[in-house]
């Protein structure tokens, strides 16, 4: 079974332009989260996605923005990148439904993102 | 490359030995537990999970112990190996489906 996949792996921007993240979840899984790890700090909570709705927000500028598909994967967008945009953006996703099996939070390798 | 913190708490430990990794938890209604391992330019890697009403679990060489009392998690690592030198961290959950993550501590397995 295939797990979470990002795309691309590696993006380098230039400061001011706009970057597009992707990621696909896990069969099945409904959920998607974006976090940002930036070198020095921990995963720093972005965007969560259920069933097509966005859920809940981090506290990041509206330039970050997202949406899911309805085939559940989905983007991740930058406008107007700075500097301090560089990071490592993960991607995670969770099953549908309540119970135990519906928590567990999986992640893919995640695009990082360099902004020069 | 390095994507993960540089200034992470470190653990140093001679191949073979166990490692213990802590993690302080910050909020007492969270119910559910996940450690993950992250190499270096991974992304984080599902270990093991644990529920509030458990206070010990058990993997393949693991072991998640749950203080609720002083809001501690630790992992254990048994016969540690030089393919378990990655970034460590503890994430947890009040039943919300938001999830708050550790920063991590940084294991180094000495041969």
């Known amino acids: 079974e295939a797990g979470v996949t990002q795309s691309p792996t590696h993006l380098i921007k230039t400061r001011g332009q706009q970057a597009t993240l992707r990621c696909s979840p896990i069969?099945?899984?409904?959920?998607v989260y974006w976090y940002q790890q930036a070198l020095g700090l921990g995963l720093q909570f972005l965007l969560w996605?259920?069933?097509?709705?966005?859920?809940n927000r981090g506290n990041f500028p509206p330039r970050f923005s997202g949406r899911q598909f309805p085939n559940y994967s989905s983007e991740l967008n930058v406008n107007a990148l700075e500097l301090e945009d560089s990071a490592l953006y993960l991607c995670?996703?969770?099953?549908?439904?309540?119970?135990?099996?519906?928590?567990?939070?999986?992640f893919g390798s995640g695009t990082q993102l360099s902004v020069l | 490359g390095e994507s993960v913190g540089l200034h992470l708490p470190t653990l140093s430990v001679q191949e073979g030995d166990n490692s213990i990794i802590n993690c302080a938890y910050s909020?007492?209604?969270?119910?559910?537990f996940i450690w993950y391992k992250q190499e270096s330019g991974k992304g984080p890697q599902f270990i093991i999970d644990?529920?509030?009403?458990?206070d010990k679990r058990q993997g393949q060489r693991v072991t998640v112990l749950l203080n609720k009392t002083v809001k501690h998690l630790s992992l254990q690592i048994a016969a540690t190996q030089p393919g378990d030198s990655a970034v460590y961290f503890c994430?947890?959950?009040?039943?919300?489906?938001?999830?708050?993550f550790g920063t991590g501590t940084r294991l180094k397995v000495l041969a």
């Open positions: 995670a996703s969770r099953a549908d439904g309540q119970g135990a099996s519906s928590e567990k939070l999986f």
């Open positions: 069969s099945g899984h409904t959920s």
């Open positions: 996605y259920d069933e097509g709705e966005e859920r």
């Open positions: 909020n007492s209604a969270s119910d559910y």
């Open positions: 644990i529920r509030s009403n458990m």
């Open positions: 994430a947890e959950s009040s039943g919300t489906y938001k999830y708050i």
